[in-house]
């Protein structure tokens, strides 16, 4: 009798925390939701009492509350709250951790950021993004997380991941802050149309659904030129042409403008921070219909908390250099109708707090509406993933979210997300 009372305590604190056995045991059941409203992040419209029913995993019915709801069914009433899908932000990095900046880093050994990355990923999900895409990690860590979320192993988002990211020796995806003696192995490294392509082909086999390259310098590498361009128009063409024939997209870290545009052209998916895009990188892209995905929230994390990290003085130079530009171009990207994806660079700053940006990015130009499409139904677009994730429709995953009070008013709700369910599975429900 003992051992059951406590059973029966210990799964009322699953529902209000998170259990790892409760999560395997939702899969195949029938969950119905309901709510105060819904945002309808395809329509842009709030709907009133939605009713969602999730079966094995899917969202198979979306109805107004008082709707049959099916024999067995789970059920959980979220008043007071709006429903939105799970969130998606375009560039994480899990297995990284901004306490450990510049050489800090060395301070651990290689494994210890597998385990970082286990962490963060839980903490991801719990924040309300259900889908990430990890673009660029060692050990090929961001596969092994993935596999372990989907054996129910570890909680987390759903992982599109981009293993090493590619780029030019000595260039910002190198490694430059050691002197020659010391070798630091990177299958990333690639220079020249062919031995890009057998990178993307080795990346591939090991597990890259995106592949991601370095086409200009950085801020936090310690050697190069951010704004410099590490490509060459014929190496990114090469690039892409592979991991499009391969059925990858391509995501291309660029601040200099030359770097921007020359991956346009050469036919990039998406554009990692764009900070000194101009009036040309957005013909460009609204002509090829390229993405960009600002990490606009950063500098803030940047300028007060870089230094403490043990940031690099160059990058901190390089980050004063570049931050307020890149806001600026945001609003000009925004106004000139570049389409956008939400895209953090998380590991920059804290993984979990990726929902911060979205008030940067209202602040910069964007209305709250845009910047939760950027988010959700934008970004699956992006992704190519628009029959699973990023929107509340019949056949998608029951990925949803709750916020308390309307995020369409204060965007910064989303920082607090009471309800996180993850293709039916209970991750969060704080009432
Ligand atoms: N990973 C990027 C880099 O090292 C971060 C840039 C952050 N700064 C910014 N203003 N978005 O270049």
Known sequence: MVSRNLFARLMLVCVALSCPWQSVLAEEETVVVTAEKMLDVVSGKVVQHPQITIRAGRIVNVASAGAAIPAGARTFDLPGMTILPGLIDMHVHLTSDPHYSGYRTNEFTDNFWTVVGVANARKTVEAGFTTVRNVGSNNYDDVAI?????????????????????????????????????????????????????????????????????????????????SGQQYSLVEMKALVDEAHMLGMKVAVHAHGTGGINDAIRAGADTIEHASLSDEESYALAKLHGTWFS??????????????????????????????????????????????????????????????????????????????????????????????????????????????????????????????????????????
Request: proline residues 5%; hydrophobic residues 35%; charged residues 25%.
């Open 146 to 226: 993935k596999q372990g979320i989907e054996e129910h192993q570890i909680t987390g988002p759903r992982i599109v991941p981009a293993t090493y990211m590619i780029g030019a020796t000595g260039g910002h995806c190198d490694t430059t802050e050691f002197p020659p003696s010391f070798v630091i192995p990177n299958p990333g490294i690639a220079d020249g149309p062919d031995a890009i392509r057998a990178t993307v082909r080795k990346l591939r086999k090991y597990g890259a659904e995106v592949i991601k390259f370095c086409a200009t310098g950085g801020v936090f590498s310690k050697t190069d030129s951010v």
């Open 294 to 431: 600002m990490d606009v929230y950063n500098d803030d994390y940047i300028l007060a908390e870089g230094e403490k990290n043990g940031m690099f003085r160059e990058s901190l130079d390089k980050e004063r250099a570049i931050g307020l530009k890149q806001r600026q171009n945001f609003r000009n990207a925004v106004k000139a109708g570049v389409k956008m994806v939400y895209g953090t660079d998380g590991g920059i700053y804290p993984n979990g707090d990726n929902a911060r940006q979205f008030a940067t990015m209202v602040e910069w130009g964007m209305t709250p509406l845009q910047a939760i499409r950027s988010a959700t139904v934008n970004a699956a677009e992006a992704l190519g993933r628009s029959q699973d994730v990023g929107a509340i429709e019949v056949g998608r995953y029951g990925d949803l979210i709750a916020v308390k009070g309307d995020p369409l008013t204060d965007v910064k709700l989303l920082r607090s997300v009471s309800f996180v369910m993850k293709g039916g599975e209970i991750i969060k429900n704080i009432p």
